[in-house]
């Protein structure tokens, strides 16, 4: 997650702000609607909610994840198709960072239910908000300092590596005390970096780590906790699997091709930005994994959602692909196979 702060580029909010929120808007309420008719039928179903689970987390942690996005998946197949300077591609990024902050907040908020009583969800709530505001005008300040380090020397040496990541260990350590979740200060750390040699750095430095290792070892963990076996066995759970899967495509994927085609987007452009916002990817595996972790769901409902995310990630890109028409000049690899 902090890596994807890194990424994040808050100039892209600036050019298309108006078309991002109301498609970042449709991706966010239509989901929420959705799991507000979901969840009095899955709490009476015994065994998908925590026992301490009542209608209001129900409904704000179903929505969250159905309403969340792949935001990195989405990033990578922007940037592999050569879409980060299209009006498609701005769009598509910038909404779906202003959904997964939204869906981010809103998970804040359930963890903070599960307290225990008002004091511990006020703390939550607000140590993070003040969190976040420290972080990103001091912090970004006294962050600035070690940026103008790593431009001077033009690298990032091994002091200045450590320095981040005790920094990086704090921020999440922080988080995780107040309440939310350790994510939260990872994130919020990586987007209050400065730009330029030192994100560069750090991301040729920790992201090979981290794809080649600490993300398979997530997905294996998430593996672990995943039951397919209770769905197959069980034709009612499996219906509840195909219900919540349909809900997500259609909350998701079509109420974003709506409001883009609102906001004046060509049709195949903005069906592929429904295609895009739909994918769950990673994000969703991080918010099913906080869920059962903190006893919101249990292992069938965790089981569901991962077969969303499945499915959804695995739309995504084939769908961008088919609907990008080569002929249009956006798709990378079918460039470099045509001769010059």
Not at 267 to 285: H, P, W
Request: aromatic fraction near 8%; glycine fraction near 10%; charge should be positive.
């Amino acid at each position: 997650m902090f890596l994807v702060g890194l990424d994040f580029r808050t100039d892209l909010f600036r050019t298309r702000m108006t078309s991002a929120v109301s498609v970042s808007l449709a991706g966010i309420l239509v989901p929420f609607g959705l799991a507000a008719c979901l969840a009095p039928w899955l709490l009476g179903m015994p065994g998908l909610f925590g026992e301490k689970a009542k209608m209001f987390e129900a409904v704000l942690f179903l929505g969250a994840a159905i309403s969340i996005t792949a935001f990195p998946m989405l990033a990578r197949i922007i940037y592999e198709r050569k879409l980060s300077g299209t009006a498609l591609g701005t769009l598509a990024l910038s909404a779906g960072a202003i959904d997964d902050m939204a869906a981010w907040c809103i998970l804040a908020v359930v963890l903070a239910s599960f307290g225990e009583g008002p004091a511990t969800a006020v703390k939550a709530i607000a140590g993070g908000v003040l969190y976040g505001v420290v972080v990103l005008t001091a912090g970004r300040w006294l962050l600035g300092r070690l940026g103008r380090i790593a431009d001077r020397s033009a690298t990032v040496g091994n002091p200045l590596l450590a320095a981040v990541l005790s920094l990086l260990m704090l921020a999440a350590w922080i988080t995780d005390v107040i309440g939310i979740h350790a994510v939260f200060g990872g994130f919020l750390l990586g987007v209050a970096m400065p730009r330029g040699v030192l994100s560069r750095e750090l991301q040729q430095k920790l992201e090979p780590f981290a794809v080649v290792f600490l993300v398979p070892m997530f997905f294996t963990f998430s593996g672990l906790n995943t039951q397919m076996n209770i769905m197959v066995g069980n034709g009612i759970l499996l219906m509840v699997a195909m219900v919540i899967l349909l809900a997500s495509v259609a909350g998701k994927g079509v109420a974003c091709w709506a409001a883009a085609r609102m906001s004046g987007i060509d049709n195949r452009s903005a069906l592929a930005v429904g295609a895009l916002m739909n994918s769950r990817g990673l994000m969703e595996l991080i918010i099913a994994n906080i869920g059962l972790q903190k006893g919101v769901i249990t292992p069938a409902l965790f089981s569901m959602l991962v077969l969303m995310a499945i499915v959804t990630t695995l739309m995504a890109s084939p769908l961008v692909d088919f609907l990008l028409h080569p002929r249009e000049g956006k798709l990378a690899h079918v460039r470099a196979a045509q001769p010059e």
